[in-house]
T-cell receptor, first 115, second 114 residues
Framework: DAMVIQNPRYQVTQFGKPVTLSCSQTLNHNVMYWYQQKSSQAPKLLFH???????NEADTPDNFQSRRPNTSFCFLDIRSPGLGDAAMYLC??????????????FGPGTRLTVT | AQSVTQLDSHVSVSEGTPVLLRCNYS??????LFWYVQHPNKGLQLLLKYTSAATLVKGINGFEAEFKKSETSFHLTKPSAHMSDAAEYFCVVSVGGSQGNLIFGKGTKLSVKP
């Protein structure tokens, strides 16, 4: 089945130690998104790629970076994680065509713990 | 500007009784609207979507929603709740444009009592 895959599902990192979360997709969608979701809150968009074009949300901290080496893969790098960065990180994809209503397909998420 | 308001942060029902999760939206043009469900420690799953076709939209697991333009509402319903329906539900509107960013409501937590 075509899907969005996130690895690892659970990640523990130390305060200030860089960490990378990965996302891959078999849907061949050209748009990929990264969201941060804290407990009992809605997902918050961090940034997205439209093909290779990177689009950062205005309030995304500089501590968060992303890479998309090809259509299938996208990475979230947290350069110096703080305790406040502990959250669920969700990857999503979509096709850009209006007729598909911009429906986003979500991965299962990576739960990040910062110790 | 587009926005979404979920009117209840928490809804509790008994198994076998109807479910109603309320959502109002604000949009300057004809929106695309979605309901997503999220079970604990899982990603978001699309329940259903409205894209300016039929106003009554049927989704998975017996859920449906009705788009009412005059009331700017898109409430989610299910005739009979099941224990497995207990989850967080998000009403979402598409911003549109070329990249389709989504605006999320704050979520409604549905509890189902036996």
């Amino acid at each position: 089945d075509a899907m969005v895959i996130q690895n690892p599902r659970y990640q523990v990192t130390q305060f200030g130690k860089p960490v990378t979360l990965s996302c891959s997709q078999t849907l061949n969608h050209n748009v990929m998104y990264w969201y941060q979701q804290k407990s009992s809150q809605a997902p918050k968009l961090l940034f997205h790629y439209y093909d290779k074009d990177f689009n950062n949300e205005a309030d995304t901290p500089d501590n968060f970076q992303s890479r998309r080496p090809n259509t299938s893969f996208c990475f979230l790098d947290i350069r110096s994680p703080g305790l406040g960065d502990a959250a669920m990180y969700l990857c999503a994809t979509s096709r850009e065509k209006r007729e598909f209503a911009y429906e986003q397909y979500f991965g299962p998420g990576t739960r990040l713990t910062v110790t | 500007a587009q926005s979404v308001t979920q009117l209840d942060s928490h809804v509790s029902v008994s198994e076998g009784t109807p479910v109603l999760l309320r959502c109002n939206y604000s949009s300057s043009y004809s929106p695309s609207l979605f309901w997503y469900v999220q079970h604990p420690n899982k990603g978001l799953q699309l329940l259903l979507k409205y894209t300016s076709a039929a106003t009554l939209v049927k989704g998975i697991n017996g859920f449906e929603a009705e788009f009412k333009k005059s009331e700017t509402s898109f409430h989610l319903t299910k005739p009979s709740a099941h224990m497995s329906d207990a989850a967080e539900y998000f009403c979402v509107v598409s911003v549109g444009g070329s990249q389709g960013n989504l605006i999320f409501g704050k979520g409604t937590k549905l509890s189902v009592k036996p």
